[in-house]
C-alpha cells in the first residue's frame, strides 16, 4: 500500500465525501475519516479522537448546508503532494450548486489523507485562503 495520489482514486473519495455532506449523511462523512483527525482554521482547531466526536462536529454543518439551499459540491482537486509512503496532501477548492441548479461559490482546503485499507481517509483539514 502506499500513499494515494491518483486522480481517480480522490476525485471517487471526494465525491463521496461531497455527497455526504450536502445530504446530511453524517455516518458516511464518519466514515472519510482516521481517528485521531484534527481540523484547522485561523482562529480555531479541534480533533476528533472517536467517530462520535467526528459526527457531533458535522451535525451542526448539515442544518447550514439546507439553509444555503446546497444539494450538490464538487471537488476541485489542485495540487497533490505525497508526504510520506501513505500520506497526501491535497489541495480542494469547493464547488456548490444550490435548489435552483446556480453555481455558489466554495471554499478551500488543503487535507491531509491517510491511505488505508478502505482508500484514503482524512486526517487533517486545513481551511485555506
Known amino acids: 500500500m502506499s500513499a494515494s495520489t491518483d486522480l481517480d482514486t480522490l476525485a471517487d ?11 446530511g449523511d453524517v455516518p458516511a462523512i464518519v466514515r472519510c475519516y482516521a481517528l485521531p483527525g484534527l481540523v484547522v482554521a485561523d482562529t480555531y482547531s479541534f480533533s476528533f479522537t472517536s467517530p462520535a466526536r467526528v459526527a457531533l462536529s458535522f451535525v451542526g454543518a448539515a442544518p ?6 446546497l444539494v450538490a459540491a464538487h471537488a476541485r482537486i489542485g495540487d497533490v503532494q505525497p508526504v510520506s509512503a501513505l500520506l497526501t496532501m491535497v489541495a480542494v477548492e469547493w464547488e ?3 435548489s435552483q441548479g446556480l453555481a455558489v461559490p466554495g471554499e478551500r482546503y488543503r487535507y491531509l489523507l491517510r491511505t488505508t485499507g478502505e482508500g484514503p481517509a482524512i486526517c487533517t483539514v486545513i481551511r485555506t485562503a
Open 96 to 98: 456548490f450548486l444550490d
Open 64 to 69: 447550514d448546508y439546507q439553509d444555503r439551499e
Open 13 to 23: 473519495f471526494f465525491d463521496r465525501y461531497g455527497v455526504a455532506l450536502t445530504c
